[in-house]
Each structure stands twice: as structure tokens, then as C-alpha cells.
């Protein structure tokens, strides 16, 4: 049986890969970009992460069934000629989820690896968001996460990630801080959905 | 003497660097960005795939005439002012060999650190193409290898590793399965220029 | 107290944090946008650097108090709604002097990891100017480190790294070495803005 961490890190992994499909097919690239894209958008957070803190070997590596899930979800999805109406819609859950679980575990792993507190929080960001940044990057267009017009997104894995260091420092037990702030990560991004909450220019 | 694989992996280390001048040179660039182009489009798919998998010294630190070559063809085409018509065509064979012959290298070297063989494949991949892929983000163009409409190579090289590594499963020499995946990306490659064979776009 | 070369250090990391501002400004960014590039411009190249020379931990994860200074150069501009006109040339000596600093200890550090005095000297260039690079790729340009109509700037490092590694081979005092080459890099620099010299495009 999957754990219930476990369940919300497929569905983060799927919805990070379906993403990157919509992407790469909004830019008319064959299969080959499609998965590539994909890839970027699913693993693109977590390897910068790892790359930067030398953690080897990197987790889609080691996890060898996530860059197969990937190219199924490439495969199923390059059936499906024209994307359902509701499909963006029905991704901000489990993306929510997603970012609240990657960007927790990103913020663990980098103190783990003994950095301060306000760099590890950046990690936890890079983490859970920038995987879409680097889709963005190669597919030629500034990432939607930097510019304004686009929800809360970074800013939800910061404020999570500062609760967390916080709370770790409090000495308060990681099982209780992870799980505070990934809801609080979830909370938020889905209020800032909900009512279109961005940062504005400067 | 050189043996045959040296003479491959040099050809295809200058075809690599040509290709990057010519990219930098449509986007009227300086020497400064010739030579940087040429540098990531010739090392750039091996280096991503030494520092996912680290493995160090990089290659073009070990072996270190390699980034030498790239400068002196670089150095030297500066002085050809006008592009010959005739050299893009000469450079399919030994772009081809190059691409087989990395490939085919990367998918060993992954599976050489523990990966899974659809992982080695996907390293076979990235160290054979992407070269090409971040020349042409520094250039700022979608990668032409994401595209439809230029005739298939990312897939010519999966296709190679997939051989490699059920051959390699099959108990099959490491040489003989070399020789055959390489020669078969080469062939591929050669097929899908002579017809223009492509991916669709999705 | 601060030692001169701390602090020529801190005027050149808020150089290139204020770049990055200005940079992410130009491309109508958010706070987030804005952090990030400026992340890059001021980190970029020794990360890069570092990532590949397979030095860790990075100097930011190391020296802390570096991500902390470019959150506030990013918080304290972001209160600054118009950029003052002679903030750009205000910034020229520090940047020059910081260019002279990071290509030279990225040379040095490239020497230590036991590389050609080639490849060092090209990653002197690196650390001292691709920060700048990945910020422009990040926003959607052509680095400008690579297009002509831009006065000398990766051939002052390139010139000052030659001549470092050529003192190192003749037995020089590292400390004397560096301070030539400092210097030379910074005078190069200085000129090629005063009297605006560019490489031609090729």
C-alpha cells in the first residue's frame, strides 16, 4: 500500500509532467519536446536542488519508476488530440499539493546538508517551484512565476518554508512542522487562486 | 596513432563546435559569443550528463586539448567571412557518427554508475543531443530538437541506447553492442535526412 | 574589520544584485522575478564555476550573510520606484573591480582543482562574467556578454587570467600574480568603457 506521502508525491509528479505537455504542446514541439519538456517541469526543481547540494544520486535516479511514469503520462496524453476545458482547472489541487510536499522536503534536505535557515528556505522554493521556470526557459518565454499577474506561487513555498525553519528551530518535532506548514504552503496557494491574490510589478 | 574512436570523437567534437559558430554567427555575435556557443553546443549534453550523474573531472577538464580545439576552430573560421554553401551537407556524417558514438558512450556511462536502463537510455540521449539544445536556449530559440520538422536524431539515439541496453541485458560483448547500436543511430540518422523523416508535432 | 579584498567582495555581489534589479525591472518582474535575477546575476558565475569544478559546499550555502545581502539590495530597491540616472555609471568602478576579483579567483580555484591553465583561465571568465550570462538567458535575451556593440568585458577576464596563469608558470608570488592581474582587468575594463572598444560581430 502507498503511504499517504507517497500518494501525494505521484499525483504532484503526474500533474508537474501534464503541465509540462500543455506547455510544450502550446509551442508545437513533436514527442521529443514533449517529453523533454515534461521532464524539465516534473524533475527540473528537485534536480537543481540536489545539483547545487551535491546530493547524488538524484531522486528521479534513484527513483527509477518516476521518469517512466513521465513518459506514460507523455504517451497517454500525446493520444489525446485536444486538452478538456476542465483539465487546467482540475490540476490546482494536486499541484497545490504538490508545491506544499516539494517545498518542505526541499527546505528538510538543505538543512540536513547544514546550510542557514533563509538558504534553505530558498531551496525549499527552488524545490517546489522551479521546474516550471525552466520549462518556461527552454521554451522560450520569461517565467510566468517572476512576473506579476500570475497568483501567489513562490511566495507560498517561502512563507511555508519560513514556518518550517522556525518551528524546527522552536525545536518543535519535524513530523508536526512538515505538516503544518505543507497545509499552510496548500492553503495559501489555493487562496491565492481562488481570489487571484499576485505581487504586484516593480 | 589515433585509434578509430578517437578519430570519431574529434570529428565529432569539431562538427559540434562548427555547428555552434554558425548558430552564433546567425545571431551576430562576437567572438566572445562564438566561442561560448561552440564550447556548450560541442561539451555541453556530455558535461549535463557528468554533473547529473557526478562524475568528475568533467571530460573537457581530463582531456584537456579538447576545449583547445574548439578555440582553434573557432579562431579560424573568424577569418572565413562568407558560410561555403557545401558545409552544412558535409557535416550530416560526421555529426551522425558523433551523435552515435555519444550516445552510445552516455547510455554506458550511466549504467556503468547503477542507473536503470531507461534512465541510461534517456543519459544516452541528453549526452548525444543536448549540446544542441542549450546552444540554441543561449541563442534564444526553441530548441530545433523539440520542434517538428527537422527529421529525427533524439529519437535515432533512443532508439540506440534501447538496443544498447537489451543488448548489454542479453549478456551481448560490451564491443559488439557498441558497434551495433552505434552503426545503427549512424544509419538511422542518415535515413531520416535522406527522406526528411520527422516527428509529428503533438 | 573588513580586509580589502572582503570588501571590494561585498561592493561586487550588491553590483551585481543591482544589475539583476535592474534587469528583472526592465522585463516588468515581480519581488519574486526580481530576487531570483538578481540571485543569478550576483551568484550565476561562481555557482556555475563551482557546480563544475565539483567544489562544495557553494560559497552562498557557505558565506550565508550573501543571500541575506542580495534580499535586502532587492527589498531596499524594490521601495525606489524610479531608477536614478546616474545610478548606471555609478556602477561601472565596482563592477569592474569585482569582474577583476572573481575572474582571478576563479582561475586560481580552477588551478587548484588541478585544470589546464587553458580551461582555468576559461574559468576565470565564467565566474567573473556568466552571471550576467544566465541572467540575460533567464530573461529572454541574448546574453549581451555575447553580442558586439558592448565594450570589452569577457576579454578583460580572458587577458587577466593569461596573465595569471602565465606569473603562476614563472614562479611568481600567487599574491603578486593576483594583484597584476586584478589590476590589468580593471584598467582593460575602465578603457574599453571610456573609449567604448568592442569586439566586431563575426
Redesign the interface.
Known amino acids: 500500500m502507498l503511504s499517504l506521502t507517497e500518494t501525494i508525491e505521484i499525483a504532484a509528479v503526474v500533474t508537474g509532467a501534464v503541465y509540462g505537455v500543455l506547455l510544450?504542446?502550446r509551442?508545437?514541439?513533436?514527442?521529443?519536446?514533449?517529453f523533454?519538456?515534461s521532464?524539465m517541469t516534473a524533475f527540473g526543481g528537485g534536480?537543481l536542488r540536489d545539483?547545487?547540494?551535491?546530493r547524488?544520486?538524484?531522486f528521479?535516479?534513484r527513483f527509477?519508476h518516476y521518469?517512466?511514469l513521465v513518459?506514460i503520462v507523455c504517451a497517454i496524453t500525446?493520444l489525446i488530440r485536444r486538452t478538456p476545458g476542465w483539465l487546467h482547472k482540475s490540476l490546482n489541487l494536486p499541484d497545490a499539493l504538490g508545491l506544499g510536499l516539494f517545498s518542505v522536503a526541499g527546505t528538510q534536505a538543505a538543512l540536513d546538508?547544514?546550510?542557514?535557515g533563509?538558504?534553505a528556505i530558498?531551496f525549499g522554493v527552488i524545490t517546489g517551484t522551479f521546474g516550471g521556470?525552466i520549462g518556461d526557459?527552454?521554451?522560450?518565454?520569461?517565467?510566468s512565476?517572476?512576473?506579476?499577474h500570475t497568483p501567489l506561487?513562490?511566495?507560498c513555498a517561502f512563507t511555508g518554508g519560513l514556518v518550517y525553519v522556525t518551528a524546527i528551530g522552536l525545536q518543535v518535532p519535524a513530523e508536526v512542522a512538515s505538516a503544518v506548514s505543507i497545509s499552510m504552503i496548500v492553503l495559501l496557494r489555493l487562496i491565492a487562486l481562488k481570489w487571484n491574490i499576485?505581487?504586484?510589478?516593480?
Chains 1, 2, 3 share one sequence.
Request: proline share 9%; hydrophobic share 50%.
Open positions: 510544450a504542446r509551442h508545437g514541439m513533436d514527442f521529443v519536446g514533449v523533454s519538456v521532464f534536480t545539483v547545487l547540494l551535491d547524488h544520486p538524484l528521479w535516479i527509477e521518469p517512466v513518459f500525446s546538508c547544514g546550510t542557514s533563509f538558504v530558498i521556470v526557459i527552454v521554451c522560450n518565454e520569461i517565467p512565476l517572476f512576473r506579476p506561487y513562490a511566495t499576485c505581487l504586484p510589478g516593480m
